[in-house]
């Protein structure tokens, strides 16, 4: 295929002669809360029955360029202020929550600083970069412990590394863990180290077991999965995780399930895709991950000899729309409706890096009857 720089692949590619880096995997620090690891939404904060928002990013660390995290946090927040619309009533975190290494000393300034302002809780999943360690570090620490100590707490309190003491530690029951609400079951993975992810045999027992006790609930509630580790993306960074996709296929088939919509980060910019199944089923793939690091990710150019799309796993995976090279958030609504819960969503984006304070513009929109 001849190459050309001005058409991106409308399909998920793979990267070529990648690395096997799962040596890298690391333990994971103990659950603060008992199996099967469920967390009330409504325990935390007031959500409609009937119909709420919330907000969703990711990879929203930074050092160089600080200023996106911040553009992109001040947006969600003015949102959290629209009397008009639909209020969010919490913010999803997808990962990557600092970099490059999951140190307490980053958190004030990559996390805390920038989401003063948010009203709201903040429930989150641990990325690459949250989980893996500096061993430069003159503290040692093990993988997870600043994590843990902000979103797995086992109860709300100050956190002993922050100086502002305005936002409590989280009480997530695990760094995999559910989110129940009225509207839907969000379940969060975590996808560890290495580059395209990695998944334990415990871990992937929960997930089957957590799958089927949605599907138990579904004429009331969606099924909403979110993993760091994109399976499916064009982008000229990453590629496509075959090790995830592989991973959530044979665990919809062992479980009999398949979720209603599958969020990751990983990746830094935004790509929606539609995988067909042979029963004719659409399940909708959605990366957001340009949150606010300061590397933004493009499409990967036709007939780029370092990428293919030759993989069964790749087959019935289209590219419905993307943004790229700008960072951005996503607001999702739940709806309960006479035929079903509708799941809509809005992706914003903004200027660009050079602009001073850009106002968030409407780059995509969807709606899922689940």
Known sequence: MTFDPRKKYDRPVIKLYQPDDTFKKLPLPAPSRSYPYHLDAESITNVPYEKFSFHMVGDTGGIRYPEGQQKVARQMYLQTLDS????????????????????????????????REYPGPIF?????HDSDINYDNPIPYKS??????????????DIPFITNKQRKSMVQPNVYWTLQTPLANIIGLHSNVPKYGYIDSDQRKWFIEELKLAAAQRSDKAII???????????????????????????????????????????????????TYNDGKILPFVVCGAGGFDELHDLVAVGDKNYSTDNSLLDNVHLENHCIMKHGFLKLTLERKPEGIALSGEYYALGAATENNPEAELMDSFEYLV
């Open 84 to 115: 008009k619309g639909e209020s969010p009533v919490f913010l999803y975190h997808l990962g990557d929550v600092v970099y490059h290494f999951g140190e307490a000393e980053q958190y004030e300034r990559q996390f805390f600083k920038p989401y």
């Open 124 to 128: 989150a999943i641990a990325g690459n």
């Open 225 to 275: 999965v979110c993993v760091h580790h994109a399976p499916y993306t064009a982008d000229v960074n990453h590629g496509s995780s075959l090790y995830m996709i592989d991973f959530l296929e044979n665990a919809f088939n062992e479980s009999g399930v398949r979720p209603d919509i599958i969020f990751s980060g990983h990746v830094h910019n935004y790509q929606r895709f539609h995988k």
């Open 144 to 157: 997870l412990d600043a994590f843990a100590a902000v979103f797995c707490d086992t109860e709300s309190r």
